[in-house]
């Protein structure tokens, strides 16, 4: 698009004639100052920058309220579910799922004292030595 921009204005400046706003394609770059197209300054980056934000805000919004409608999803398949079974059917899939959701494995926080050690016993294999941080560090060359 930035190509279309440049090959208008350069027919436009071989010819002589200087371009009204309303003659240029329409690029849609908008953080680029259309009189002065062959230099990128301080206020064109300032543009590009507040006009990335923006843009990654709008992306953000989206992606959010994708979620929102993937769990609002989730929740109405799980009550629609329920709802065509008999009161016991449904005391005895609630139990399976609360024990499903007990028996779930631990997971470490990443980075805690646990997840290293963890990590010193199973990927290192150092079982039989205590758990020392600096040696740990060491190996791991942080």
Do not use: C
């Not at 706003?21 to 690029?27: F, G, I, Q």
């Not at 062959?38 to 805000?57: A, E």
């Amino acid at each position: 698009m930035f190509i279309l921009f440049l090959e208008a204005h350069s027919t436009y400046v071989k010819s002589g004639i200087k371009p009204s706003k309303k003659e240029l394609p329409k690029t849609g770059i908008d953080h680029i100052d259309s009189s002065n197209p062959l230099s990128f300054g301080g206020p064109d980056l300032h543009k590009l920058i507040t006009k990335t934000l923006t843009d990654m805000s709008k992306i953000d919004e989206l992606r959010k309220g994708d979620f929102k409608n993937h769990e609002l999803r989730k929740a109405y398949d799980y009550k629609t579910k329920f709802r065509d079974l008999s009161s016991a059917e449904q005391q005895k899939k609630l139990k399976e799922h609360l024990e499903k959701a007990r028996k779930h494995p631990k997971i470490n926080h990443p980075g805690g004292v646990e997840q290293l050690k963890e990590v010193w016993e199973k990927t290192d294999h150092m079982n039989g030595m205590d758990f020392n941080p600096r040696i740990f560090f060491m190996t791991h060359g942080v």
